[in-house]
């Protein structure tokens, strides 16, 4: 064979591995591009959350920069899309008082959300002798004393949106829970065992993803 047709016949398979690579990156492409439209026709909503009620087991803020607690919170989240589900890999509940978390984080496993339906989850959230910041120790003590305390319910996780057999990306999830909580008085909650009290409170959340 000639050195001129060793050269064309180099050429030529440069040309047809050339073809292959644009072929693939034309495909991956369209591809792409049929996802993003897609997901633009179905516009993904992300999820409802209210915060139902709580129940306080223990809430005792008397000792000086500590606290102990134990919550069990009812918490629903609804799915308002008609063609998207949504996995919640991972959800992590806890209480927070002026931005200052006051119990442990407690998981919610793993589950799967359909179209338009609804879950409900109550974990408890607890902490035995949380050091507090002093200036939120003393406005904490000086609260209870005055009969209530306004704490927010938070719930930090990850999502996955599922459209047909499509699955995208992880994104973070962020839900934040007014609750406001009375002591002293049971006539705005109800009595659940000897020392604990449910408050009903129906409190929609605001939801960042």
């Known amino acids: ?3 001129k047709e060793c ?3 180099g050429k030529y398979r440069r040309k047809i591995f050339r073809r292959i690579i644009a072929g693939i990156l034309i495909f991956i492409l369209i591809v792409l591009i049929t996802i993003l439209l897609i997901w633009a026709i179905l516009r993904p909503s992300k999820p409802r959350f209210i915060l139902q009620d709580t129940t306080v087991y223990a809430f005792n803020a008397s000792t000086p920069n500590l606290l102990t607690s134990n919550f069990q919170v009812t918490l629903s989240s609804r799915n308002p899309n008609d063609r998207i589900g949504i996995y919640y890999d991972r959800l992590d509940v806890y209480a927070t008082y002026q931005n200052q978390q006051i119990t442990l984080r407690t998981s919610i496993p793993p589950t799967y959300q359909g179209h338009k339906e609804i879950n409900v989850w109550s974990p408890f959230v607890n902490g035995n002798s949380v ?3 002093p ?7 000086s609260d ?3 009969g209530s305390v306004f704490l927010m319910i938070k719930i930090d996780g990850r999502v996955r949106w599922k459209v ?3 699955i995208s990306g ?3 999830l962020y839900v934040r829970c007014p609750a406001f909580i009375t002591f002293g008085s049971k006539s705005n ?3 659940v065992g000897e020392n604990a009290i449910k408050y009903q409170l129906v409190t929609r959340c605001s939801v960042s993803v």
């Open 1 to 3: 064979m000639s050195v």
């Open 7 to 9: 050269g064309n016949h």
């Open 131 to 133: 050091p507090i910041a």
């Open 135 to 141: 200036e939120y120790s003393a406005s904490l003590g």
């Open 144 to 146: 209870q004393s005055a």
């Open 164 to 166: 047909g057999t499509f």
């Open 170 to 172: 992880r994104y973070h």
């Open 189 to 191: 909650g109800v009595s």
